[in-house]
C-alpha cells in the first residue's frame, strides 16, 4: 500500500505565491512520475504539473511561467511551487503518484491519490 500526503495549501491574495508539497510512503520500488492536479467547483479535474523519470516536466497553458514543479526521488516527494496566482488558480489541488509497489510479493504498477488541499485565491 502507498500513501500520499499533501500539505501547503491556503488562502492567498492575488499576486501571492503558495508552495505545495507532497510525500508518498509504503511499498513503493520505483516511481515513474509525480504530478499535481486540481478540480475547481463545477469542472473536471485537470493536471496542473507532472514530472516524470529523468526530470522531464509537462505543464499546462495556463501555468507555465508560474508554477514549477520538482521532485526529490530520495525522499519521494513532489513540490509545486506556485507564484502569480490568479483567483482562477482556486481549486482543490491533488498529489498524483504513478509508481510501482509491492503488494503480497508482487510488483504492480499503480496510481495513487493524495486526499487533496484547498487552494484559494481571493483578496
Known amino acids: 500500500q502507498v500513501h500520499v500526503v499533501e500539505s501547503g495549501g491556503g488562502l492567498v491574495q492575488p499576486g501571492g505565491s503558495l508552495r505545495l508539497s507532497c510525500a508518498a510512503s509504503?511499498?513503493?520500488?520505483?516511481?515513474?512520475?509525480m504530478g499535481w492536479y486540481r478540480q475547481a467547483p463545477g469542472k473536471q479535474r485537470e493536471l496542473v504539473a507532472l514530472?516524470?523519470?529523468?526530470?522531464?516536466?509537462n505543464y499546462a497553458d495556463s501555468v507555465k511561467g508560474r508554477f514549477t514543479i520538482s521532485r526529490d526521488d530520495n525522499k519521494n516527494t513532489v513540490s509545486l511551487q506556485m507564484n502569480s496566482l490568479k483567483p482562477e488558480d482556486t481549486a482543490i489541488y491533488y498529489c498524483?503518484?504513478?509508481?510501482?509497489?509491492?503488494?503480497?510479493?508482487?510488483?504492480?504498477?499503480?496510481?495513487?491519490w493524495g486526499q487533496g488541499t484547498q487552494v484559494t485565491v481571493s483578496s
Open positions: 498524483n503518484v504513478d509508481c510501482v509497489d509491492r503488494e503480497l510479493g508482487s510488483l504492480r504498477r499503480n496510481t495513487y
Open positions: 509504503g511499498s513503493i520500488v520505483s516511481i515513474n512520475a
Open positions: 514530472i516524470i523519470s529523468g526530470g522531464r516536466t
